[in-house]
């Protein structure tokens, strides 16, 4: 499995931004489609954006505009821009690594975002 480690959140006030970070044990990041997830307290984890092996994206109607999704293959990070951040988008936030429909990466840590109305 693939180790993914994700780095970047913090304490936000409503309307500002954050950028995560994630980076994968992997010499084939390339070939995985990367994804960005997030679990706020007693909710279920929700998928938030994916990028493609050919950068193509897709985002949550809940993070449609606000959020921007990128990966740098060379140096195996994906990263979620987050803008206009809202208080229920606080949350933590999970990368995974996906080839199909199949998740191949172990759950990390997570990255904690808090935002504040």
């Known amino acids: 499995q693939v180790q993914l480690v994700e780095?970047?959140?913090g304490s936000v006030q409503a309307?500002?931004?954050l950028r995560l970070s994630c980076v994968a044990s992997t010499s084939v990041f390339n070939i995985y489609t990367m994804e960005w997830y997030r679990q706020?307290?007693?909710k279920q984890r929700e998928?938030?954006?994916s990028i493609g092996?050919?950068?193509s994206t897709n985002y949550a109607d809940f993070v449609k505009g606000r959020f921007t999704i990128s990966r740098d293959n060379a140096k195996r990070m994906v990263y979620l821009q987050?803008?206009?951040l809202?208080?229920?988008d606080t949350a933590v936030y999970y990368c995974n690594a996906k080839?199909?429909?199949t998740l191949r990466g172990s759950w990390g840590q997570g990255t904690q975002v808090t935002v504040s109305s």
Do not use: F, Q, T, Y
């Open 7 to 9: 780095s970047g959140g």
């Open 15 to 17: 309307g500002g931004s």
């Open 40 to 42: 706020a307290p007693r």
């Open 47 to 49: 998928l938030v954006a």
């Open 53 to 55: 092996s050919a950068d």
């Open 82 to 84: 987050m803008n206009s």
């Open 86 to 88: 809202k208080a229920e």
């Open 99 to 101: 080839i199909g429909i």
